[in-house]
């Protein structure tokens, strides 16, 4: 573990040096915080977990609701002045209206002469239950072998609380933070993000004073720290075919009618081949080129094939070398195949013919890819393989889910400030990468608000999101606290240089 020397910066501010300090006495104390200290951390981990804040389950609608009050109340008690903003809009789930959790903004500090950083997160989660294949209770906060595990552990409540623990930490310690702070933490991420949008729009004065924002909503590569400069799109697709009026005995209509269920296989079947390449036509037409200088950057990048596929429980990856692997799952376009709704699925026989099935895939995309054209190719696909069975049924094709891709230049201050901030804590200069998931806050941000934006996560590679068992190392949530804390000094040590460079341009 590096410890955090004394900066060379001349033009640094007292206070900064004694942050620094502060930074010093901290780390060199102990790798970790005292057990009391740690229990703390642990426990209000615990208490946020046990939330069911699933925003996809409209019977879960309130417990995400009551899980923006949790981090509301955290919040103000570091002396942050926040509020619950309602977008006043509902969603339709199965045929009923659903209220839109609140959005939450807060503030904490607000002095002209600091850079002013705005920290995204969400505490919504993805669905999970025991008989998925949780070994543990996924609503129960367990270690095991220095693994917390929980849904929502690593995505995203983990990396929300320990920037909370930077702050609180840092105000226990009596220490002036070197920039002011904005949070932004929304309840819907895992559905789309209903209502921000319009949220940031409307509260566009929230933003005028940041200059930076930060996410921490991903996870590294490998072992080995990163940051995140890009990430792909998603577009989410419904293929909807209805024969029957209502489900049919196979023995009493088998052989004689057009089957649904018999249709969508051959649509799901048309969409990609063996090597993952999608059959849409034109789809690539729109893909980003690669630039031989990031491509070269892969190289570069820690990521072992055999370790990554013995992690998951697979034999063989698509591609055969590390570079191609990268390539494709972050400068390519991808389809998956997710599911079928309205067909049986339960344990045992049963002999039915169902009169409606909906396949459910998705497109994650990639730059320069427009999601207005990705709608229309892959709508009139499917509309040609389907005329092609002169079938009867009725076919039908929407996208509820519409995410843009996002990419920055790696280069910008924020990132060589969580550089240094990385270096510091971890001893590593980390990887530069990008993620083939999808952030669609990042997007939004980048297009409204007009500000540099970043990502920089803690979760590891394994951490497991969205799967069974997720988890979140113990020691990546207590040192990313630590990060975030070596961030804040990083950020507002090159702010003022570049402030004070600035400057002297303008007398000059």
């Not at 999808?438 to 590679?461: C, E, H, R, W």
Request: hydrophobic content about 35%.
């Amino acid at each position: 573990m590096a410890s955090f020397p004394r900066s060379s910066t001349h033009g640094s501010s007292r206070s900064l040096l004694a942050y620094r300090l502060v930074l010093e006495r901290w780390h060199l104390r102990s790798k970790e915080f005292s057990p009391s200290v740690i229990g703390t951390l642990l426990k209000t981990l615990k208490e946020w977990l046990a939330v069911q804040s699933d925003s996809s389950d409209p019977q879960l609608r309130g417990e995400v609701i009551r899980m923006m009050g949790i981090a509301a109340k955290r919040i103000q008690d570091l002396g942050a002045t926040a509020q619950l903003v309602n977008p006043n809009m509902t969603e339709m789930i199965g045929g009923r209206q659903v209220p839109l959790p609140p959005v939450l903004l807060a503030n904490l500090g607000d002095d002209p002469k600091k850079p002013t950083v705005c920290f995204y997160g969400h505490v919504d989660v993805q669905p999970a239950k025991k008989e998925d294949g949780w070994t543990t209770d996924p609503y129960t906060l367990t270690e095991i072998n220095g693994n917390l595990h929980g849904r929502g552990a690593s995505d995203d409540k983990g990396p929300v609380l320990a920037w909370i623990n930077a702050v609180d930490t840092l105000n226990t310690l009596k220490q002036d933070i070197p920039v002011n702070m904005k949070f932004i933490i929304e309840g819907m991420e895992e559905t789309g993000s209903g209502g921000l949008e319009e949220i940031i729009k409307k509260y566009n004065h929230f933003f005028s004073d940041i200059d930076y924002i930060v996410i921490s909503d991903n996870s590294w590569i490998s072992r080995k720290p990163a940051l995140i400069y890009g990430s792909r799109g998603n577009a989410y697709f419904f293929v909807e075919v209805k024969g029957s009026e209502r489900d049919l005995h196979s023995g009493s209509f088998g052989g004689i009618t057009h089957e649904a269920m018999s249709d969508l296989i051959a649509l799901l079947d048309s969409l990609v081949d063996p090597s993952g390449r999608i059959l849409i036509p034109g789809i690539y037409d729109d893909v980003a080129t690669l630039t031989e200088e990031e491509q070269q950057l892969y190289d570069k990048i820690e990521f072992d094939m055999e370790e990554q596929k013995n992690k998951i429980g697979v034999k063989k990856f698509v591609q055969s070398t590390k570079v191609e692997t990268l390539l494709h799952l972050w400068c390519y376009p991808s389809l998956s195949i997710h599911g079928i709704e309205g067909a049986f699925y339960g344990p045992g026989t049963k002999t039915v013919i169902p009169s409606k099935v909906i396949g459910k895939f998705s497109i994650r995309q990639v730059p320069n890819m427009n999601l207005s054209a990705v709608k229309e190719k892959v709508s009139k696909h499917l509309e040609n393989v389907f005329a092609k069975r002169n079938s009867p049924n009725k076919l039908t094709v929407t996208m509820p889910i519409g995410a843009l891709p996002w990419v920055t230049d790696a280069k910008e201050l924020q990132y060589e400030a969580a550089r240094r901030a990385v270096a510091k804590v971890f001893g590593i200069v980390p990887d530069m990468i990008k993620d083939g998931s999808t952030i669609p806050i990042a997007k939004t941000f980048q297009t409204v608000t007009q500000k540099k934006i970043m990502m920089l996560p803690i979760g590891g590679s394994d951490d497991g999101e969205h799967s069974q068992n997720e988890k979140i190392s113990r020691d990546n949530y207590i040192q990313g606290t630590k990060l975030f804390a070596a961030f804040f000094l990083e950020l507002a040590e090159l702010h003022q240089k570049k402030q004070k460079y600035s400057n002297q341009i303008n007398k000059d």
